[in-house]
């Protein structure tokens, strides 16, 4: 390393003190909705039920009474599915097997029933000794992204059709450095990865890890990192290389999830915010961050590369993947937030409607 090891942190916050209490309460909030949207449907009230995100500008949403209601055991408490519009994107495309999503954390449980058959390699260039992931968070990342889907357990993943790459460049107690991350990203790309999701955040520049992430971009991946849990606007790497999506996050209102780091180097903003996923061990749980946020946008990623088409004639469709994202996000109201919040049903219109929408450059 030519710059030495610059260490960093997995990013997403533990649930919080109040977790069990709040989610037998959430469980009870979400049985009586459901309740009162079979009732107001059956009386020609309500057509179909899509949650957005308050204080977005939505004016030019449709609902999409086609979307299709997975069979998951937990779907009622996965606001953030509904708040990027990602169940209208599913009767088009969950995902494809061909499709690689490489998910730079702590490992993954690739044995978790929600995860079954869903992780097809794994490495570990951590300080670890196990590939393993014995921390939680890489897990949980994964669940987001790829959880199995409409099998009656568990939760709903964005991208359900999708495989993953488990590459560990993070140690059990979740730190990282430059070097490892760098490493992942080489490795996970030269295995075919499309996309990668990474949720970690260093405080400095690294050459390898810039080089790192060039080298994923030319080759046709697409880049989405966490812009980090500081509260602050100081840029954080590798969020601030330009060929990176930087993701910052968002409550269940639209506003910014607390902690969430935020700036002009923003792009895009996702839900992060008491996210439900999987967990070690056949467990599930909450978790807050932009850890979080970056999954909802990889997943996402996920679905419009399987039907992106390379418009430029440059050989690779990640341009035009982060073009749709960027270019169709619903609008939030604060500042530091990018371009709002990602929005699913808007950037498939992009990709299928709009053949002359600008591919995306690194500036």
Request: hydrophobic content about 40%; glycine content about 12%; proline content about 5%.
């Amino acid at each position: 390393m030519g710059q030495g090891k610059r260490y960093g942190w997995v990013i997403g916050e533990k649930p919080s003190l109040w977790y069990m209490l709040n989610m037998k309460i959430g469980l009870l909030l979400a049985s009586l909705g459901v309740v009162l949207s079979c009732l107001l449907a059956g009386s020609g009230l309500i057509l179909d039920f899509v949650p957005t995100a308050e204080g977005s500008d939505l004016s030019n949403h449709t609902a999409s009474s086609q979307a299709h209601s997975p069979s998951d055991a937990y779907l009622d408490l996965q606001w953030d599915l509904g708040s990027i519009n990602a169940p209208q994107v599913w009767p088009r495309t969950p995902g494809s097997s061909d499709i690689l999503v490489a998910i730079l954390d702590t490992g993954i449980d690739r044995h978790h029933e929600d995860l079954a058959g869903r992780v097809v390699a794994e490495v570990n260039f951590s300080d670890s000794p196990v590939v393993d992931d014995l921390h939680g968070h890489g897990t949980h990342i994964a669940g987001i992204i790829a959880a199995n889907t409409d099998n009656g357990i568990g939760i709903a993943g964005v991208a359900p059709g999708s495989l993953m790459l488990s590459v560990k460049v993070a140690d059990d107690r979740g730190r990282s450095d430059a070097e490892a991350i760098a490493s992942g990203i080489v490795w996970a790309v030269d295995r075919g990865a499309n996309i990668l999701n990474i949720s970690l955040s260093l405080s400095e520049p690294s050459e390898d890890l810039e080089e790192a992430v060039a080298y994923a971009w030319s080759h046709g991946a697409v880049i989405i990192v966490a812009a980090g849990n500081g509260s602050g606007s100081v840029p954080q790497y590798p969020a601030y290389y330009p060929e990176c999506i930087a993701v910052t996050a968002t409550r269940e209102d639209g506003s910014r999830a607390p902690l969430a780091n935020y700036g002009d180097w923003v792009d895009v903003a996702g839900p992060g915010y008491e996210i439900y996923s999987t967990l070690p061990g056949n467990e599930y749980g909450c978790k807050t961050g932009t850890s979080q946020a970056a999954a909802y946008v990889s997943g996402l990623a996920v679905l419009l590369y399987s039907i992106a088409i390379d418009g430029n004639g440059d050989g690779r469709v990640n341009d035009e993947v982060r073009a749709a994202i960027e270019s169709s996000c619903q609008q939030i109201h604060e500042s530091g937030m990018g371009n709002g919040l990602v929005d699913g049903g808007n950037a498939v219109a992009q990709l299928e409607h709009e053949a002359n929408l600008p591919a995306w450059a690194p500036y």
